[in-house]
């Protein structure tokens, strides 16, 4: 159905390595990928992350849909530096790059902000690979027998839900707002529908909720499953590979303070400079684009 | 005779926020194995009375309940929704809002699951369920891709599955055409017939329920003004027609009939031996 866009947050159906390994190893590598992004700021480790979490959407076919995900990147990432080099968040005294106009740009939080950067984005690309590949059905399953409480697991999973419900809403309303001569495309054709599709949700909750309710839905007692995820010793083995790789890097990192490689890593002022003009600009852009779809009637 | 399996004593209820009664004074008793037909105008209180049997009412929804409605020798009021669920299965109008999972057979297996069913007898249920709807083949479908009726019968399979004493369908037909009613009805009068389930219908369709209930209840504005068998009530024509409630076909030609002396004897409901009679009446006149 042309109606239901992809979504960039759900699964990709497919039968790659990485679809096939089951979800708790994967799960591992992305709570290992958090805790390492945040017990270290050497951003060799950070963006080599980075990278190998890329590579592995790459074997599992999910690149384009990964990719289009990361588009909330854009925003973050040039505001985020941006800001580095007109207010680091280090401590003075901060050197001057250049100037533009009153604008006194520095190049002291510059590597700061490489290293909050890396984090989102190693930390990012690796739980939407995991949830790309990985049938929520399986995960929810395993969050279960990881005893992680069924009120969470059961928002988590209605959440989930309802997300593809509610695309195919907005679909359904933008092509009746179309039908009757409303522009239906970008932000200001989505804006309008929200209102219907809101008031649809509140509905549509509540009677799911009294249908899930009605089918047991929330009962003690034990629960069986239905889709069978059962640990192949590759499994192990991906887990135990991330594990350990993760413990070294993180244990490493600590014993040498956070591994801080700004005294080694030098930006030159030019690099700076030019840095600050392309992520304020792209953010400016950013900016002006959304509001210009916002008024766009 | 047995104690009846849903009672009804004297059960007023108000939805929370609001001062008028949706039900007033309801008292009723429905057998184990009944088919029963609920009658009645838009916001008669249909829907809030099937709520009722399955505890939505008021353990979900709150609101004033009094009087005490009893199901299966439950106090609802004392037993949470998922409790009532291993004993009733509610299926609403709308299909699409009752859908959540991925594939046809985890919509299905959903309420097993929450059971505590064993995954061998899942593997037997679910098919055997899809199968009594008309699904097989469907597994793994999404249920967001079904047609309306076959979005209809899956959300009864996912309460059948459970296997319910009490199913309780709310207008389940109204997305579907003449075949998928169709099909719907066969299969509840098949459970009914079959397995003695207890069907309680909430319909607007009085043809179809003159063909398959064993009794018809009728709300107005929250209160029980009618309840006996198909015969008692459909024949009852100017009756319902001053509550602008539809009267079967073969029912109100007879009474027309009767009233201008061309119809002789009890007025049919249903419209195979209103038919007979009618060719009988027929070749009277023309011998
Ligand atoms: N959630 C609610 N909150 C407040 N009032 C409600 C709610 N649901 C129903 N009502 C009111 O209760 C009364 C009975 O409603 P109910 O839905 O039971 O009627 P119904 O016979 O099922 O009608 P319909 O044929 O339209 O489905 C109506 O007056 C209705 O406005
Ligand atoms: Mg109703």
Redesign the pocket.
């Known amino acids: 159905m042309s109606m239901q866009m992809a979504l960039p947050i759900a699964m990709i159906p497919g039968n790659s390595l990485i679809h096939r390994i089951t979800p708790l190893p994967k799960m591992i590598w992305v709570v290992g990928y958090i805790v390492l992004a945040f017990s270290t700021t050497n951003i060799v480790i950070l963006y080599s992350m980075a990278l190998f979490a890329f590579l592995i959407a790459v074997i599992s076919g999910v690149t384009r849909p990964l990719l289009k995900a990361c588009v909330i990147l854009v925003p973050i990432a040039s505001s985020l530096l941006a800001l580095q080099i007109i207010a680091p968040a280090v401590e003075k005294p901060w050197t001057s790059v250049g100037h533009i106009g009153a604008l006194a740009l520095y190049g002291n939080g510059v590597y700061y902000g490489f290293v909050l950067l890396g984090r989102i984005v190693a930390s990012l690309i690796m739980a939407l690979v995991v949830v790309m590949t990985t049938h929520p059905s399986d995960l929810f399953t395993t969050f279960a027998k990881l005893k992680i409480p069924y009120t969470f697991n059961f928002m988590l999973a209605m959440t989930l839900q309802l997300i593809p419900v509610f695309q195919r809403e907005v679909g359904i309303i933008m092509s009746a707002q179309k039908s009757r001569g409303m522009k239906g495309r970008g932000f200001s054709a989505v804006l309008p529908s929200f209102v219907p599709v809101f008031v649809g949700a509140i509905e549509r909750v509540q009677q799911l909720s009294i249908s899930l309710e009605s089918r047991g839905f929330g009962s003690a007692g034990i629960k069986t499953s239905y889709r069978q995820v059962k640990s192949r010793p590759s499994d192990w083995v991906v887990a135990i590979v991330g594990v350990v790789a993760i413990a070294t890097l993180a244990t490493m990192s600590i014993m040498r303070g956070t591994w801080n490689l700004s005294t080694v890593i030098l930006f030159p002022h030019a690099f700076v400079f030019w840095l600050f003009v392309v992520a304020a600009s792209v953010f400016a852009a950013v900016i002006l684009v959304t509001v210009f779809y916002m008024f766009k009637r | 005779m047995p104690e009846p399996i849903v009672i009804f004593d004297d059960v007023s209820y108000a939805?929370?926020?609001?001062e008028?009664l949706?039900l007033r004074g309801v008292s009723l008793e429905i057998q184990a194995g009944e088919y029963v037909a609920i009658l009645?105008?838009?916001?008669?209180?249909?829907?809030?009375?099937g709520l009722c049997v399955n505890g939505v009412i008021p353990t979900m929804?709150g609101g004033e309940l009094t009087g005490t409605v009893t199901v299966a020798g439950l106090n609802v009021i004392e037993y949470p929704v998922r409790e009532m669920a291993k004993v009733v299965g509610m299926v609403f109008d709308n299909p699409e809002f009752q859908m959540s999972q991925m594939s046809v057979a985890e919509e299905v297996a959903l309420g097993l699951e929450n059971a505590g069913v064993p995954y061998e007898d899942m593997k037997r249920i679910i098919p055997e369920t899809l199968e009594l709807v008309g699904l097989s083949g469907y597994e793994e479908r999404s249920p967001l891709g079904l047609s309306g009726g076959q979005q209809q019968r899956l959300a009864i399979a996912a309460v059948l599955a459970m296997k319910p004493n009490i199913l309780i369908m709310d207008?389940p037909t109204s997305n579907l055409d003449p075949i998928g009613k169709q099909e719907v009805f066969d299969m509840a009068a098949k459970l009914n017939r079959e397995r003695g389930m207890t069907v309680i219908v909430?319909e607007h369709e009085v043809e179809v329920m003159a063909r398959y209930a064993d009794r018809v209840i009728v709300?107005d504005k929250?209160r029980v003004i009618m309840n006996g068998t198909p015969d008692d009530i459909f024949t009852r024509v100017t009756e319902l027609a001053t509550l602008n409630l539809r009267v079967p076909e073969a029912a109100r030609v007879a009474t027309l009939l009767a009233e201008k002396d061309l119809w002789q004897g009890p007025v049919p409901i249903r419209t195979e031996p209103a038919i007979t009679a009618v060719n009988e009446l027929l070749g009277a006149t023309h011998a």
């Not at chain 2, 939805?15 to 609001?18: D, K, M, S």
């Open positions: 939805y929370p926020g609001t008028e949706a009645g105008l838009n916001g008669a209180g249909k829907t809030t009375l929804l207008e909430i709300l929250g």
